[in-house]
C-alpha cells in the first residue's frame, strides 16, 4: 500500500526512541539524573540544530516553489517555519538561567553532525524535495514521547540548581509536538511520488543515526567544542 512508509517510519521511530533510553547520555536527560554540565551540554548542542529548523523549513518550501512542486504542501511548510523559527529562543532562555552566557553559546562552532545535518537538508531543499519532512518528524517524534517525560523527571529529582526554571523548551516542544506529529503524519501521507516518499524515510534514518552525534563532543569520556583541535574551548558560564 502507498501509505506503509509512514507507518514504516513510525515504528522505528518508537524503536528508536526506546533505543534513546538506554544512551548513556540522552538516557540521563530522560531520567533527570544528568549533571548541570551534562544539561547545558545538552541544550548547546540542541540549540545548534534548533535554530536551522526554521530555515530549513522555509529552504525547503522555497524548493518546491520554484519546482512548481505541492502547491497544497508550500503553505504548510512555509508556516511551520515561521512557527519553528522562535523555538530556539526557549533554548537560550533555559541555558541564561542555568547561568550560561548565551552570546558565547550562539558564537561557538556547531558538532559535525549537526552541521552534516543541515547540509544533506539544504541539499534536498535545493532539489525541490520535501525530504527533509522526514527528519522534521522524527525530530518531533522524540519531543512528543520523552520532552516532557524529561522535563518532570527533571524537576523532580532536583540534582541542578534552579532547573523548575530552566525547562522551557522540553515543556514546549513536548507539549506542542503531540499535534505536530499527527500533522505530519497527514502531510507525508499525501505526498505519493516515490521518490519523494524513498527521500523522506532516508532523511528520517539520518536523522535517528545523527542525532545522538549532536551531543557526543560533551558526553561523558568526550570532548568538548574545540577541544579535539587541542584548543580550549570558551568558558561559557558568566
Known amino acids: 500500500m502507498r501509505n506503509d512508509y509512514v507507518s514504516t517510519i513510525e515504528h522505528k521511530s518508537i524503536a528508536w526512541v ?6 548513556p ?14 544539561y547545558v551540554w545538552f541544550l548547546e548542542a540542541t540549540y545548534h540544530y534548533l535554530r536551522w529548523s526554521g530555515p530549513l523549513l522555509a529552504a525547503t518550501a522555497e524548493g518546491l516553489r520554484r519546482g512548481g512542486r505541492y502547491p497544497w ?3 504548510r511548510v512555509s508556516a511551520k517555519s515561521k512557527e519553528e523559527g522562535t ?11 542555568c547561568g550560561v552566557n548565551i552570546e558565547l553559546v550562539k ?9 552534516d545535518y543541515v547540509q544533506w537538508s539544504l541539499t534536498m531543499a535545493e532539489e525541490g524535495s ?4 522526514g527528519a522534521a518528524y522524527t525530530l518531533e517524534f522524540i519531543s512528543m ?38 500533522q505530519l503524519n497527514e502531510t507525508l501521507r499525501r505526498i505519493e511520488d ?24 560533551g558526553a561523558p569520556g568526550g570532548c568538548r567544542l574545540g577541544e579535539a583541535a587541542g584548543e580550549a574551548r570558551p568558558r561559557l558560564v558568566q
Open 25 to 38: 547520555f540522552i538516557g540521563g536527560i530522560i531520567r533527570g539524573d544528568a549533571s548541570r554540565d551534562d
Open 87 to 97: 523555538h530556539d529562543r526557549w533554548v537560550l532562555s533555559d541555558l541564561e538561567r
Open 145 to 182: 514521547h520523552r520532552a516532557s517525560m524529561a522535563a518532570e523527571n527533571l524537576r523532580a529529582r532536583r540534582v541542578i540548581p534552579n532547573i523548575e526554571n530552566a525547562v522551557s523548551f522540553l515543556e514546549g516542544h513536548g507539549d506542542a509536538d503531540v499535534n505536530h506529529v499527527a
Open 194 to 217: 516515490p521518490r519523494d516518499r524513498g527521500a523522506i524515510r532516508r532523511s528520517a534514518s539520518i536523522l535517528r543515526d545523527l542525532y545522538p552525534r549532536f551531543f557526543q563532543s
Open 130 to 133: 520535501p525530504g527533509f519532512l
Open 73 to 75: 504542501l508550500l503553505a
Open 18 to 23: 526506546n533505543w534513546m533510553d538506554e544512551d
Open 107 to 115: 558564537e561557538s562552532a556547531a558538532p559535525t553532525a549537526v552541521d
